[in-house]
């Protein structure tokens, strides 16, 4: 009777044994979403909108109507000391103004992936290396000196909305940082 007792507990601890073993053994491991990760530790800085006059001859010719957001390091971004949004005027009056990086006689020769680059580049050289993670571009629009006062004249109704040179991109679900 002992025998046969001792038997029967010995062939449940092998089984449980084996199922656990088996379950343990099948399970897929959990995949480590690296995209998902990385989002996690960026936060959305929302841009602004921002008008660069175009000084031609001395003369203004008309302006550039831009709005760029952030991707930002979570952590490096509170311990920066400079106001993002005049940094981001800064850097857009460099590339758009000093460099001419908008040729407007040929607006489908304007490299999107180099201007984001740039601003990347130049924003995370002011503010500290690696800060900046990804720039997205809502809004490049010119708008010239004639077609402000057509838009006037017409007392703004019906306005001629410029040149676009950039299709944005659309936030959606902007977080405050508190910048």
Known sequence: MIKLLLTGLWVCIVTLGAVYFSV???????PVDEEAK?????????GESITIPVI???????????????MVDKQKI???????????????????IGNKMVDLSKPGAF???????????GMNKKL???????????QLDYLSKEDIRNNA??????????????EGVKIEA?????H
Do not use: C, H
């Open 38 to 46: 990385k989002k996690e530790l960026l936060e959305l800085i929302p």
């Open 111 to 121: 490299d999107l992936e180099k201007f984001r680059s740039s601003i990347k580049d």
């Open 24 to 30: 343990q053994m099948s399970a897929a491991p959990t």
């Open 153 to 166: 004249s017409r007392g703004n109704k019906n306005p001629n909305p410029g040149r676009k040179i950039v």
């Open 56 to 70: 031609s001859d001395g003369a203004i010719t008309g302006y550039f109507l831009g709005r760029v957001s952030f």
């Open 78 to 96: 509170t311990g920066v000391k400079l106001p993002i949004t005049e940094v981001t005027t800064d850097e857009l009056f460099t590339l758009l």
């Open 174 to 178: 902007p977080q405050s940082s508190g």
């Open 128 to 138: 500290g290396e690696g800060l900046v993670s990804e720039v997205l571009v809502e």
